[in-house]
T-cell receptor, first 112, second 112 residues
Framework: NAGVTQTPKFRVLKTGQSMTLLCAQDMNHEYMYWYRQDPGMGLRLIHYSVGEGTTAKGEVPDGYNVSRLKKQNFLLGLESAAPSQTSVYFC???????????FGPGTRLTVL | GEDVEQSLFLSVREGDSSVINCTYTDSSSTYLYWYKQEPGAGLQLLTYIFSNMDMKQDQRLTVLLNKKDKHLSLRIADTQTGDSAIYFCAEILGGATNKLIFGTGTLLAVQP
């Protein structure tokens, strides 16, 4: 099992450009999450999904969109990138009786 | 509101015990978690505790839960340089979304 994978690992964008981050999991998990991590702020939830075809807003959804067309993939889109979206983005999926979240390795995004 | 608080930094000498503290807000959380993040990597679950427990021990790790004060701690015995990382506590919100609220993280620096 590859677990949770994220592509790309690094990306530099100019203000106003768009991009899509891909998260994939091969563990057949229903729940998936996108977080951003900023210094001194821990992880903040952007959007999440409780199953294929469903998405919901988290704590900081503005400027992002998501889609969950297939159970194993959860896509995070930035339509018009802003410098405030410079961050490290983590994807996670959930399994188990005690709801362990499995994290991907992260995508480091810089918006100039 | 939901807020999980941790001190930002802890420095210990190799071989000493480390104690990382956390306060949480949601008294209905069924599980509380400790995650470890090594440099450049995603988060990995270290341990968890069910809300009806006061203590959980797992090899060098001891988790203490004080529900009255909403206080969670992680003790690492015989701290090693490989334990240097950021440690996050997290609480799970009530409801069916399995959402976690993370603390800001504590950077543990182990001096040789």
């Amino acid at each position: 099992n590859a677990g949770v994978t994220q592509t790309p690992k690094f990306r530099v964008l100019k203000t106003g450009q768009s991009m899509t981050l891909l998260c994939a999991q091969d563990m057949n998990h229903e729940y998936m999450y996108w977080y951003r991590q900023d210094p001194g702020m821990g992880l903040r939830l952007i959007h999440y999904s409780v199953g294929e075809g469903t998405t919901a807003k988290g704590e900081v959804p503005d400027g992002y969109n998501v889609s969950r067309l297939k159970k194993q993939n959860f896509l995070l889109g930035l339509e018009s990138a802003a410098p405030s979206q410079t961050s490290v983005y983590f994807c996670a999926s959930v399994a188990g009786v005690y709801n362990e979240q499995f994290f991907g390795p992260g995508t480091r995004l810089t918006v100039l | 509101g939901e807020d999980v608080e941790q001190s930002l930094f802890l420095s210990v000498r190799e071989g000493d015990s480390s104690v990382i503290n956390c306060t949480y807000t949601d008294s209905s959380s069924t599980y509380l978690y400790w995650y470890k993040q090594e440099p450049g990597a995603g988060l990995q679950l270290l341990t968890y505790i069910f809300s009806n427990m006061d203590m959980k021990q797992d090899q060098r790790l001891t988790v203490l839960l004080n529900k009255k004060d909403k206080h969670l701690s992680l003790r690492i015995a015989d701290t090693q340089t490989g334990d240097s990382a950021i440690y996050f506590c997290a609480e799970i919100l009530g409801g069916a979304t399995n959402k976690l609220i993370f603390g800001t993280g504590t950077l543990l620096a182990v001096q040789p």
